[in-house]
């Protein structure tokens, strides 16, 4: 068998990571979230000042890009790698709500786009690589052998985001994560520097209705196809 890139994109909370860690764990493939990428950069411009609900200085953020060093540690525990921000894991901290609203107003920046897209292309060039986010088919991989696009309706999404985040323990309400994922979705959808469309040749998979099972399943047939 051959080694492969897979590509998965979609919008907020439609169980991209899920799937994507599944397959590289069956796949012994390594798995990257991007966008737990953007959140880190996102953690750093708030604890820096950059940026905050009614602000952002995107021009001192972009200046001090040079001293933002991300990496991922797999952690043996939990079986999936953790986000690192300049040395400290900020796992926790990045999926935080506060984050998630200024995440997409950060990911709109083209130099900030562009150093992370350059760390991705880095991470992926010996292939054998699961990817998601919203541009991995389109910018990151173009050539990816294998895309995948996924949906599901606003309500299965921020029912999944509401769980997760009440089952860590962090005060939310559901209509707060809903407007989130909403938002999060027009501003990723609608900006000019790759913005968030299904590829040509990605194949769309709605899985509101599909169990986890089912979704894997047809995954690994078109995986192993192209293996
Ligand atoms: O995947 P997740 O929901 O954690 O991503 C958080 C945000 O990061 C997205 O809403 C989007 O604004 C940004 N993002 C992006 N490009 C990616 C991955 C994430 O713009 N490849």
Request: charged share 30%; aromatic share 8%.
């Amino acid at each position: 068998t051959k080694k492969i890139t897979i590509a998965i994109d979609g919008f907020s909370s439609t169980g991209k990571s899920t799937i994507a860690k599944q397959l590289a764990k069956e796949l012994s493939y390594i798995y990257v979230d991007t966008g737990a990428m953007y959140r880190a950069v996102t953690l750093y411009a708030m604890q820096h000042g950059y940026i905050s609900e009614n602000h952002f200085n995107s021009e001192d953020l972009v200046a001090d890009l040079p001293n933002i060093s991300l990496s991922f540690t797999f952690n043996e525990k939990l079986g999936f790698a953790e986000m690192f921000l300049n040395g400290t894991n900020v796992e926790k901290e990045i999926r935080s709500i506060e984050v998630s609203k200024l995440v997409s107003k950060v990911a709109e920046v083209s130099e900030i786009r562009k150093k992370l897209v350059r760390e991705q292309q880095e991470m992926g060039k010996n292939k054998g690589i699961v990817m998601d986010g919203r541009d991995i088919g389109t910018v990151v991989f173009p050539n990816a052998e294998l895309k995948l696009f996924m949906t599901a309706s606003a309500d299965k999404r921020a029912t999944r985001r509401y769980k997760e985040l009440i089952d860590r323990g962090d005060k939310v309400n559901y209509e707060e994560i809903l407007q989130n994922v909403q938002e999060r979705d027009r501003i990723d959808s609608t900006r000019e520097d790759s913005p968030l469309v299904m590829a040509d040749d990605a194949i769309e998979f709605d899985n509101s209705d599909m169990g986890l099972k089912e979704q894997f399943e047809r995954i690994m047939s078109l995986v192993n196809a192209r293996i």
